[in-house]
């Protein structure tokens, strides 16, 4: 059973950087993103890495502020997340599943969850 634990999500102003980890066990060779959860919103893709980390996609509303990335040796997934706004504030979900699946961006097709960490900016 794949297990995902995020950590890194704090306070911080408008403007700040900010790095969320997401540690992995008990799988092999998985895909992995992020989704978040604005309060009183649904659940959206933010990022997802392939199993090589060759490559990545993004959602809109990153413009080119975020990089996901991986350490496989640490079976760590990395968001580096920059320019931080307001509306950036929420939960975010580290998930893990086949690319093709994060991809789709719809949360019911995620096969593994974190259970969050929460990112709060502000302003």
């Known amino acids: 059973q794949v297990r995902l634990v995020e950590s890194g999500g704090r306070l911080v102003q408008v403007g700040d950087s900010l790095r969320l980890s997401c540690a992995e066990s008990g799988g092999t060779n998985i895909a992995m993103g992020w989704f978040r959860q604005a309060p009183g919103k649904e659940r959206e893709f933010v990022a997802a890495?392939?199993?090589?980390?060759?490559?990545?996609k993004f959602a809109d509303f990153v413009k080119g502020r975020f990089i996901i990335s991986r350490d496989d040796a640490k079976k760590t997934v990395y968001l580096q997340m920059g320019s931080l706004q307001p509306e950036d504030t929420g939960v975010y979900y580290c998930v893990a599943g086949p690319y093709a699946q994060l991809l789709i961006g719809n949360p019911k097709d995620i096969d593994y969850w974190g259970k969050g960490t929460l990112v709060t900016v502000s302003s």
């Open positions: 890495i392939s199993i090589s980390g060759g490559s990545t």
